[in-house]
């Protein structure tokens, strides 16, 4: 029994290594822009920057509260935690700066949907579900899979 156990044990362990989380950075597939910094994807996330370079307003789509997406968002970029993060929406929606929180997505299909019918859009989801509809922007010079990438959880 006791072998059982650890054999139970290795197995959930290892697949929990091969279940690494990475998010991509998508956009719409003809969005000019190709590679985002660190700094410039925390300004859109905290909506401090909320236009394209050419005037047009960031429609910014998030993973949904409580999600594994969200937390590496939470920790890899914003170092927050999500009441910090409200607290942040909260003050620049009183403060007159923002109309409205951002949009969340119930999943990553949903916001890739999304992205790939709104040009201005962007959007963080789960690199394993990525498809052909959207651009995936390089992050610091680097994509999902590569070595050193900001949005990937620790191994």
């Known amino acids: 029994m006791m072998r059982l156990a650890l054999v139970v ?8 290594e091969c279940l ?6 998508i956009v719409h597939s003809q969005k ?20 394209w370079k050419g005037g047009a307003r960031i429609y ?10 969200k937390g590496l968002l939470l920790t890899r970029v914003l170092n927050m935690t999500e ?3 409200r607290r ?11 109309a409205a929180f951002p949009s969340v997505a119930p999943s990553g299909t949903a916001a890739m949907r ?9 959007a963080l989801v789960d690199a394993g579900g990525l498809d052909s509809s959207v651009k995936v922007l390089r992050v610091q ?3 999902p899979g590569d070595a050193g990438y900001l949005l990937a959880s620790p191994r």
């Open 20 to 25: 690494a989380l990475e998010l991509a950075v």
């Open 32 to 51: 000019e822009v190709s590679e985002v910094s660190a700094a410039d994807l925390r300004e859109m996330i905290l909506m401090e920057r909320q236009h």
């Open 83 to 85: 009441e910090q993060l």
């Open 114 to 122: 999304t992205v790939s019918l709104a040009p201005n859009a962007i």
């Open 60 to 69: 910014l789509i998030l993973p949904p509260s409580g999600s594994p997406e």
């Open 141 to 143: 010079g680097r994509r």
């Open 88 to 98: 942040h929406y909260l003050g620049k929606l009183y403060g007159g700066e923002i």
């Open 9 to 16: 044990a290795l197995v959930l362990g290892a697949g929990r």
